[in-house]
T-cell receptor, first 110, second 113 residues
Framework: RKEVEQDPGPFNVPEGATVAFNCTYS??????FFWYRQDCRKEPKLLMS???SGNEDGRFTAQLNRASQYISLLIRDSKLSDSATYLC???????????FGRGTSLIVHP | DTEVTQTPKHLVMGMTNKKSLKCEQH?????MYWYKQKAKKPPELMFV???????INESVPSRFSPECPNSSLLNLHLHALQPEDSALYLC????????????FGNGTRLTVT
């Protein structure tokens, strides 16, 4: 079983739709969680950190469920410009080495 | 604008060439990373430097040689590469705090002919 798992997609949604991705992690010692966005042939860029109580940044909401060991990313009112790959990243306690999921591809169409 | 700067942006080299990739950050981060990324795959960790000392080498072939001259700079020396080494090479940095995310540079797109 991989340490961090994501559905690769692609998720194909119309503009204005709400879409959610999950990411499961296997190591219960995981302590830090992040969502990155990566456009084709570009570097990953931090979208948001994920806090225990959940957090929101505009149209984006991140949640952490420690009991079931997953994090989620919800995108409301999807824009064409949201089309990208979304990478889930997890750090274990006491480690500065992150583990990447394989990424989820999102395509938002007109 | 990225706070981690990588040069060059693109590099084409033959299998007998020697070249170097460079990375610079001025955020005071003491952990610096090299990643390799192939198309449709997540970044794959190669090396980690912590306080300018190599702390992790993920069994990378010796034709890749990292160097950390100081806390702001990270190099990756390349020699006798193979065509399958063609990829996007990403540098990243972070602080040592557990909740600190990685900050990536723009990457160097390397093609080995």
């Amino acid at each position: 079983r991989k340490e961090v798992e994501q559905d690769p997609g692609p998720f194909n949604v119309p503009e204005g739709a709400t879409v959610a991705f999950n990411c499961t992690y296997s190591n219960s010692a995981s302590q830090s969680f992040f969502w990155y966005r990566q456009d084709c042939r570009k570097e990953p860029k931090l979208l948001m950190s994920v806090y225990s109580s959940g957090n929101e940044d505009g149209r984006f909401t991140a949640q952490l469920n420690r009991a079931s060991q997953y994090i989620s990313l919800l995108i409301r009112d999807s824009k064409l410009s949201d089309s990208a790959t979304y990478l889930c990243v997890v750090k274990q306690g006491g480690s500065y080495i992150p583990t990447f999921g394989r990424g989820t591809s999102l395509i938002v169409h007109p | 604008d990225t706070e981690v700067t990588q040069t060059p942006k693109h590099l084409v080299m033959g299998m007998t060439n020697k070249k170097s990739l460079k990375c610079e950050q001025h955020m005071g981060h003491r952990a610096m990373y090299w990643y390799k990324q192939k198309a449709k795959k997540p970044p794959e960790l190669m090396f980690v430097y912590s306080y300018e000392k190599l702390s992790i080498n993920e069994s990378v072939p010796s034709r890749f040689s990292p160097e950390c001259p100081n806390s702001s700079l990270l190099n990756l020396h390349l020699h006798a590469l193979q065509p399958e080494d063609s990829a996007l090479y990403l540098c990243a940095s972070s602080s040592q705090e557990i909740n600190s995310p990685l900050h990536f540079g723009n990457g160097t797109r390397l093609t080995v002919t």
